[in-house]
Structures are given as structure tokens and as C-alpha cells.
DNA sequence: GCTAAAGATCGTCACATTAA
DNA sequence: TTAATGTGACGATCTTTAGC
């Protein structure tokens, strides 16, 4: 069952990563993947997580793995040249297996060079403002970062439409607040967003005075949310439905599709914050990893400067004993 | 270049833990 | 108690590699 992995407490986890460390003073140089280490900071995350209870020992299958990855790596030098045998055959295929591992090689190097703050995965749009405003009855605008260059004032088939950005600064979740100075027309437009996602078209519902509309931009367009007054409507790709159906749905369904568009609209939220924090869970899995590789290095290091110290010792002992 | 195999990555689910 | 968050497991998909 999934009891047992649980075990492996993620917060023990950090506590370790995070508990503070002592400074061993070795003198060494060493590297690990080809990276040249920083001792001082290397015994100091090593320490951090020596501690490490349950999650250890699978960690240490990963570590150790590696290590054979790379031992395996170090004998595979080409084909072989001579031999056709069975038993050549079943060498190569043991040395491919072993080192096989490039793209884990290639994180770890991301991984050790990566000192900056985390880059936001949401690829910017170039901003789109004007262009598209100019057929009477559909507004084309542009959300995400690109509403920073957002006119003030748009015209629709139904008069002006105020536009206030609430806070461009903010990466994923934007507000705009429409104001509507002239009424849109009953039944009619839908106005026409584009976003990261493509256009996409927000329904007016037929017989609805409405003076205010807000949207809540997310980078997912199925999170995406327009309001009138207090009823939600989700944004959608304008390609799901045929220009001209009205989403919104009479007063009586209100409620009911309210309430749907609300659970969905949780969900994805929920999805997409569970998104987030896998990514985030997996990053810190591989830079705990990448603190244990360092403490073996490091380890391994301690280890040969003290059977050095040891055999020096000896052999001091056995001449004064001469 | 094509293909199969294996590893890596990602999104999601389920559940444990934590914070309010 | 409950909502929010963290993380292992799983399956789908992508990437990389070797062999042909």
C-alpha cells in the first residue's frame, strides 16, 4: 500500500536539509560528475543531510547507482573491437546498460550551476494591443504580461468599454475590470480575447444589462474566468464553440451552472497548484540527491586522507619501535 | 534514417501532514 | 475541523541511445 511511503516524512526531509551543520576542516580538492567542488560548502550540505532517516536508504540506491553509471561509463569506450561472440555481445549490452544516464548527468550540471531565481516557465507573449480592435462588435485584447500595454479605452458595437488593469506585474493570475460606459446590446457580442492560449471569446448572455464585467486571467486558459456582476463565466478557446452561441445560460440555470463552473473552475485551480508543487517536490528531490552525491564525494575524500594519516602513523610507529 | 528499448519528465491522483 | 500543501506512485509521453 502507499502507507509505507509515506514514511519518508517530507517535512523530516527538509528539517534535515535545513538542519545546521558543522564544518569539517578537510583540505581537499574533488569533483563529482565532473564538477569541481567547493569543499567548505559541500561538507556543509553533506552535514545537513547525514541525518536523513527513511528517505535515505532510497537515496542512496540513486547514489549509488550513479556511481556505477559512471564507473560503467568509464569502460565503454566505443564497440568493441575484436571478439563477435555471444559473450562479447552480452558485455556490450551490460556496458550500454550501465552507462546509460546522460540526461540525469545533464540536470545535475543544471542543477550546480543554477544559482539564480527560478525563471518563470510561462513563456511571455509579445504584446498584442491595437491591431485587432478594429471590426466593429468583437474586441481583440491581449492578456497576460502584454496588458501592461493595454489601451484604456476600447469600442465596442455596443458603445465604450472602460479597461482598467489591475496589476500587470503579476505573473499568472491578471485582473481586468471592464466597465461598460454604453450597454452592451442584449444578446449580442462576446467580446474576443487573446491570450497565450489563442482567441479566446467571452458570451455576453442575451437580455443582460450588465455595467461591469471582470476577468481573471490565469496561464491556463481553462481557469480563466469572466464575471458579470455576480455570475461567473469561464473563458474559454474561442475555437470550442461557434461564433455566435451564447454560453451563458438563462437566469433559472444560473445557479446550477454557477455552481458547475465554480467546481470546475477549483478544480483547476487545484490541478494546476498540484501542478506547481510537483515540479517544486521534484526540484528539491534532485538537489537532496545532487547533497548526497557531494557527501559521498566528500566522504570518500575523508576517507583516503585518513588511511593516509593512518599508514603515515604506522609506519612513524614502526621506526621509533625499530 | 528507422526502430526498439530504457531512462527522464510530466500531470494527476491519493493520501499524509500542516496551518489556521 | 478543514483547507492548503507536500509527496510517493502511476501512467502517458518525450528523449536518448544503440543497433541495424
Known amino acids: 500500500m502507499k502507507d509505507e511511503k509515506m514514511n519518508n516524512n517530507s517535512q523530516e526531509e527538509e528539517k534535515d536539509v535545513e538542519t545546521p551543520a558543522t564544518i569539517v576542516p578537510v583540505v581537499m580538492s574533488t569533483a563529482v560528475n565532473g564538477q569541481p567542488l567547493q569543499v567548505q560548502s559541500v561538507i556543509h550540505s553533506a552535514q545537513s543531510v547525514i541525518q536523513a532517516t527513511p528517505i535515505q536508504q532510497a537515496v542512496q540506491v540513486q547514489v549509488s547507482g550513479v556511481n556505477v553509471s559512471e564507473a560503467g561509463e568509464e569502460s565503454s569506450q566505443g564497440p568493441t573491437a575484436g571478439g563477435d561472440g555471444e559473450i562479447e555481445r552480452k558485455k556490450r549490452q551490460e556496458i550500454r546498460e550501465l552507462s546509460r544516464r546522460p540526461s540525469y548527468r545533464r540536470i545535475l550540471n543544471e542543477l550546480s550551476s543554477d544559482t539564480g531565481p527560478t525563471v518563470s516557465r510561462i513563456e511571455e507573449e509579445?504584446?498584442?494591443?491595437?491591431?485587432?480592435?478594429?471590426?466593429?462588435?468583437?474586441?481583440?485584447?491581449?492578456?497576460?504580461?502584454?496588458?501592461?500595454?493595454?489601451?484604456?479605452?476600447?469600442?465596442?458595437?455596443?458603445?465604450?468599454?472602460?479597461?482598467?488593469?489591475?496589476?500587470?506585474?503579476?505573473?499568472?493570475l491578471q485582473t481586468l475590470t471592464m466597465t461598460n460606459?454604453?450597454?452592451?446590446?442584449?444578446?449580442?457580442?462576446?467580446?474576443?480575447?487573446?491570450?497565450?492560449?489563442?482567441?479566446?471569446q467571452i458570451f455576453v448572455p442575451?437580455?443582460?444589462?450588465?455595467?461591469?464585467?471582470?476577468?481573471?486571467?490565469?496561464?491556463?486558459?481553462?481557469?480563466?474566468?469572466?464575471?458579470?456582476?455576480?455570475?461567473?463565466?469561464?473563458?474559454?478557446?474561442?475555437t470550442t464553440?461557434?461564433?455566435?452561441?451564447?454560453?451563458?445560460?438563462?437566469?433559472?440555470?444560473?445557479?446550477?451552472?454557477?455552481?458547475?463552473?465554480?467546481?470546475?473552475?477549483?478544480?483547476?485551480?487545484?490541478?494546476?497548484?498540484?501542478?506547481?508543487?510537483?515540479?517544486?517536490?521534484?526540484?528539491?528531490?534532485?538537489?537532496y540527491i545532487k547533497c548526497l552525491?557531494?557527501?559521498?564525494?566528500?566522504?570518500?575524500n575523508q576517507n583516503k586522507t585518513l588511511i593516509e594519516e593512518l599508514k603515515s602513523l604506522k609506519e612513524l610507529y614502526c621506526h621509533k619501535s625499530d
Open 293 to 300: 552525491e557531494n557527501r559521498v564525494a566528500v566522504l570518500e
Open 126 to 172: 509579445p504584446a498584442n494591443t491595437t491591431e485587432d480592435m478594429e471590426s466593429p462588435g468583437t474586441i481583440t485584447i491581449a492578456a497576460g504580461n502584454a496588458l501592461q500595454n493595454f489601451p484604456t479605452t476600447i469600442v465596442s458595437s455596443g458603445g465604450t468599454i472602460q479597461l482598467a488593469n489591475s496589476d500587470s506585474s503579476v505573473q499568472g
Open 181 to 200: 460606459a454604453g450597454g452592451i446590446p442584449a444578446g449580442a457580442i462576446v467580446q474576443s480575447i487573446q491570450t497565450q492560449d489563442g482567441p479566446q
Open 241 to 287: 464553440l461557434p461564433q455566435g452561441v451564447v454560453m451563458a445560460t438563462p437566469a433559472s440555470l444560473h445557479t446550477q451552472t454557477q455552481l458547475a463552473e465554480e467546481a470546475s473552475r477549483k478544480r483547476e485551480l487545484r490541478l494546476m497548484k498540484n501542478r506547481e508543487a510537483a515540479k517544486e517536490c521534484r526540484r528539491k528531490k534532485k538537489e
Open 206 to 238: 442575451a437580455a443582460t444589462e450588465t455595467s461591469h464585467i471582470s476577468m481573471d486571467f490565469f496561464p491556463y486558459p481553462s481557469v480563466n474566468v469572466a464575471r458579470l456582476g455576480d455570475v461567473q463565466y469561464q473563458i474559454r478557446p474561442a
